[in-house]
Nanobody
Framework: QVQLVESGGGLVQAGGSLRLSCAVSGRTFSSYAMGWFRQAPGKEREFVTCASRSGARTSYADSVKGRFTISRDNAKNTVYLQMNSLKPEDTAVYYC???????????????????WGQGTQVTVSS
């Protein structure tokens, strides 16, 4: 069993920054590609970003490119999401997810995830 615990959400003004963390326990962290997804009220869960097991390969949704950065520390079993230049439309519950994949593989579909965190709320005020 794998447990994912997100932290770092909160309320921030437009243009501000937040860093989310996701601590993973229960299995070998480096066995999983790690993704961040988000879900706004009344909307479906959507892809934000993903990092391969190595961390060398990443992918971003067009809506966050150039503003968000995913990184992972395999020694600390933690994946991060640095969010800069936040906009009100970034308001959502952000979820960390893990998928067992090949070393350089990434994914972007929520239903492909093997494990999920409980989510952390990010609210951006205008």
């Amino acid at each position: 069993q794998v447990q994912l615990v997100e932290s770092g959400g909160g309320l921030v003004q437009a243009g501000g920054s937040l860093r989310l963390s996701c601590a993973v326990s229960g299995r070998t962290f480096s066995s999983y590609a790690m993704g961040w997804f988000r879900q706004a009220p009344g909307k479906e869960r959507e892809f934000v970003t993903c990092a391969s097991r190595s961390g060398a390969r990443t992918s971003y949704a067009d809506s966050v490119k150039g503003r968000f950065t995913i990184s992972r520390d395999n020694a600390k079993n933690t994946v991060y999401l640095q969010m800069n230049s936040l906009k009100p439309e970034d308001t959502a519950v952000y979820y960390c997810a893990a998928k067992s994949m090949g070393y350089h593989s990434i994914y972007n579909t929520p239903t492909e995830s093997d494990y999920w965190g409980q989510g952390t709320q990010v609210t951006v005020s205008s």
